[in-house]
């Protein structure tokens, strides 16, 4: 049974920091890999999806990569502000018939000014 | 623009009193589905579709009824909802080609009281 873990599961860094969350899965069958943001109270916003055969993706300040041998993913936030405060959310997309999605349960992540 | 949307956005209502969350896409996907988010247990489907008319359970199908009898359509339906289907309530859809990007809902608070 796949599952999905993230660590750590909250964050709190000051403005302009670097910073590395991490995403673990048990099951390398995967089509895809997404990373999301959740504002509180919000819907799910896609940040980044890496399939199973690329190593990286990149958008803006965001870098996300996938090791999907050893069943892991990070996402880098490069240069953090205040606004980048929310919970991200990995999501595995499983190799079978249903195209479910596993997610972790996040990283709350504090961005302080 | 391209975007999941679901109706209502917040909903309070009574026990066994029927209810429906609208879903609608407008990216010609194949695929949708419904996910509920608790804290603790974080996403888990629901249902899923692959296609019109082509609908089956996910992890949590319990109470739940869905229909898709137009592509960009997927409605949720609770008959007699209880307590324990307070929840938010995300509807998602993707292409089914390839490992494609699922696109989200701005979600659905429910509580039954």
């Known amino acids: 049974k796949q599952e999905v873990t993230q660590i750590p599961a909250a964050l709190s860094v000051p403005e302009g920091e670097n910073l590395v969350l991490n995403c673990s899965f048990t099951d390398s069958a995967i089509y895809n890999l997404q990373w999301f943001r959740q504002d509180p109270g919000k819907g799910l916003t896609s940040l980044l999806l890496i399939q199973s055969s690329q190593r990286e993706q990149t958008s803006g300040r965001l870098n996300a990569s996938l090791d999907k041998s050893s069943g892991r993913s990070t996402l880098y936030i490069a240069a953090s502000q205040p606004g980048d405060s929310a919970t991200y959310l990995c999501?595995?997309?499983?190799?079978?018939?249903?195209?479910?999605?596993?997610f972790g349960s996040g990283t709350r992540l504090l961005v302080r000014p | 623009e391209a975007q999941v949307t679901q109706n209502p956005r917040y909903l309070i209502t009574v026990t066994g009193k029927k209810l429906t969350v609208t879903c609608s896409q407008n990216?010609?996907?194949?695929?949708m589905s419904w996910y509920r988010q608790d804290p603790g247990l974080g996403l888990r489907q629901i249902y899923y579709s692959m296609n019109v008319e082509v609908t089956d359970k996910g992890d949590v199908p319990e109470g739940y009824k869905v229909s898709r009898k137009e592509k960009r359509n997927f409605p949720l339906i609770l008959e007699s909802p209880s307590p324990n289907q307070t929840s938010l309530y995300f509807c998602?859809?993707?292409?089914?080609?390839?490992?494609?990007?699922?696109?989200f809902g701005q979600g659905t608070r429910l509580t039954v009281v």
């Open positions: 999501a595995v997309s499983l190799m079978d018939s249903s195209y479910k999605l596993i």
């Open positions: 990216m010609n996907h194949e695929y």
């Open positions: 998602a859809s993707s292409l089914l080609q390839g490992a494609p990007e699922a696109f």
